[in-house]
């Protein structure tokens, strides 16, 4: 249990389709970030939240729109996305978001999501 | 960009074993740090070394890093079955606002 829970935890959709994925932490943090892991490549950076304002757009395109109505809960809200959007959807917190950090990341178990 | 690139990409080993994997980076970092992630899971977080720290212990967990060769290595001393999954490591630039750039992983199989 890492105190950071993603729901749902499999998710197939079309490519009309609008989905949301949820992450929430219970950890006190208030950094929260959205990565995303395909086969074979390095983690990917999505978005940054700290105290609940965005803080890194990692040049995501406009189909995936994150949601931080605090610092407990992150949203990814997906609508029209391709086939190379399927991959796991990871979320993480962390106790703060600043320069230099020495602080650990915290994982969810992330979203499997399938795009068809 | 990728940032940390682990070697080697895949290890098999027996029960008992030690394990060792390498990191090599590209710019002035923070602090790096070891993630371990077993199939179907999130990442979960070993160990974090400073940029002025030259080795941790964690457990059956060592270690190492050369800021002057820009390369860390985490050992794992007599290997469990358990300890099978993949490892990466992440770095914090100086430059960097806690933003963590990964490797691609090193794959540990660790046969009974």
């Known amino acids: 249990e890492t105190g950071v829970t993603q729901t749902p935890r499999h998710l197939v959709m079309g490519m009309t389709n609008k989905k949301s994925l949820k992450c929430e932490q219970h950890?006190?943090?208030?950094?929260m970030y959205w990565y995303k892991q395909s086969a074979k490549k390095p983690l990917e950076l999505m978005f940054v939240?700290?105290?609940?304002?965005?803080?890194e757009n990692n040049s995501v395109p406009s189909r995936f729109s994150p949601e931080c109505p605090n610092s407990s809960h992150l949203f990814l809200h997906l609508h029209t996305l391709q086939p190379e959007d399927s991959a796991l959807y990871l979320c993480?917190?962390?106790?703060?978001?600043?320069?230099?950090?020495?602080?650990?990341?915290?994982f969810g178990d992330g979203t499997r999501l399938s795009i068809l | 960009s990728q940032q940390g690139e682990e070697d080697p990409q895949a290890l098999s080993i027996q029960e008992g074993e030690n394990a060792t994997m390498n990191c090599s980076y590209k710019?002035?970092?923070?602090?790096l740090q070891w993630y371990r992630q077993n199939s179907g899971r999130g990442l979960v977080h070993l160990i974090l070394i400073r940029s002025n720290e030259r080795e941790k212990h964690s457990g059956r967990l060592r270690v190492t890093l050369d800021t002057s060769k820009k390369s860390s290595s985490l050992l794992i001393t007599a290997s469990r079955a358990a300890d099978t999954a993949s490892y990466f490591c992440a770095t914090v630039g100086t430059d960097s606002w806690g933003k963590l750039q990964f490797g691609a992983g090193t794959q540990v199989v660790v046969t009974p």
């Open positions: 950890l006190g943090h208030n950094a």
């Open positions: 939240y700290n105290f609940k304002e965005q803080t």
């Open positions: 993480a917190s962390s106790l703060n978001w600043d320069r230099g950090s020495n602080q650990p990341q915290h």
């Open positions: 710019t002035s970092i923070n602090n």
